[in-house]
């Protein structure tokens, strides 16, 4: 499968390349569509929030985690 983008600024145009695009059997996407049901799903995350209690202290975690590096402000 190929795919291609097609920028085109009269609607007429538009709406013949269309009518054309499924005499021949050519499947159109509108990428717009995709990216409204994407920011739509993207958003509902979100929205919907976690819970973060299970996670523990972070602080102790970056402690923990980091311990072995060096770090020149610690070393002073």
Not at 29 to 37: A, H, K, L, N, W
Not at 39 to 47: D, F, G, P, V
Request: aromatic share 6%; hydrophobic share 30%; charged share 40%.
């Amino acid at each position: 499968m190929e795919r291609i983008t097609l920028e085109i600024d009269n609607p007429r145009d538009v709406d013949l390349l269309k009518s054309f695009a499924k005499r021949i059997g050519v499947t159109i996407v509108d990428e717009r569509r995709i990216g409204d049901t994407y920011l739509k799903h993207t958003r509902s995350i979100i929205e919907k929030g976690c819970d973060i209690s299970s996670y523990g202290d972070p602080v102790n975690w970056q402690k923990k985690v980091r311990k072995d590096r060096k770090i020149a402000s610690r070393e002073a």
